[in-house]
């Protein structure tokens, strides 16, 4: 298996635009996460899904945010419209089931300018 | 321990010493413990985990103790090598939701 598999690895945009994010989970893998990184606050947890369901989406910072999972091979996570202090490294994460180890894949890194 | 901010504890190790992560966890009813390692340019990397009903697990050159009495987990690398060289997370786990602590950066030395 290929792992994780995030596109774009590195995304540039300017202040206003709409921005999206992709994910191909591991086959196979029932949960799906999307993090993002910054080196103030650390991992943060946006939102999960469980069998392509929205399980938990607290951690999302604001409605400018959205994700989906049209099907069990992908997910999209948006920005719109994108703001500079949204400028991270954004992780998508795949597990078998609760409580088991989540693999993540590479990284999207999002400048907003 | 658990911080937010701009700066990473680090912990240089020389290389061949066995190695030390120390992690203060935040919620008492966490019952599944990770360890990830991130190297640069990359996603997290799992490690090793210990469930609650657990204090202490072995890997390959690795083990986590967990002390519930005082929230405290630790990360333990025998024989560091320079591939060790990484940021170290714990992360604490609730209903599947796990919530990272802020990292170590280990640096290795000849």
């Known amino acids: 298996d290929a792992g994780v598999i995030q596109s774009p690895r590195h995304e540039v945009t300017e202040m206003g635009q709409e921005v999206t994010l992709r994910c191909k989970p591991i086959?196979?893998?029932?949960?799906l996460f999307w993090y993002r990184q910054t080196m103030m606050r650390g991992l943060e947890l946006l939102i999960y899904?469980?069998?392509?369901?929205?399980?938990?989406d607290s951690g999302m910072p604001e409605d400018r945010f959205s994700a989906k999972m049209p099907n069990a091979s992908f997910s999209t996570l948006k920005i719109q419209p994108s703001e500079p202090r949204d400028s991270a490294v954004y992780f998508c994460?795949?597990?078998?089931?609760?409580?088991?180890?989540?693999?993540f894949g590479p990284g999207t890194r999002l400048t907003v300018l | 321990g658990e911080s937010v901010g701009l700066h990473l504890p680090t912990l240089s190790v020389q290389e061949g010493d066995n190695s030390i992560i120390n992690c203060a966890y935040s919620?008492?009813?966490?019952?599944?413990f990770i360890w990830y390692k991130q190297e640069s340019g990359k996603g997290p990397q799992f490690i090793i985990d210990?469930?609650?009903?657990?204090d202490k697990r072995q890997g390959q050159r690795v083990t986590v103790l967990l002390n519930k009495t005082v929230k405290h987990l630790s990360l333990q690398i025998a024989a560091t090598q320079p591939g060790d060289s990484a940021v170290y997370f714990c992360?604490?786990?609730?209903?599947?939701?796990?919530?990272f602590g802020a990292g170590t950066q280990v640096v290795v030395t000849p």
């Open positions: 994460a795949s597990s078998l089931s609760l409580n088991n180890e989540q693999f």
């Open positions: 086959s196979g893998h029932d949960y």
């Open positions: 899904f469980n069998n392509n369901v929205p399980i938990d």
């Open positions: 919620n008492s009813a966490s019952d599944y």
């Open positions: 210990i469930r609650s009903n657990m």
């Open positions: 992360a604490e786990g609730s209903w599947g939701k796990l919530q």
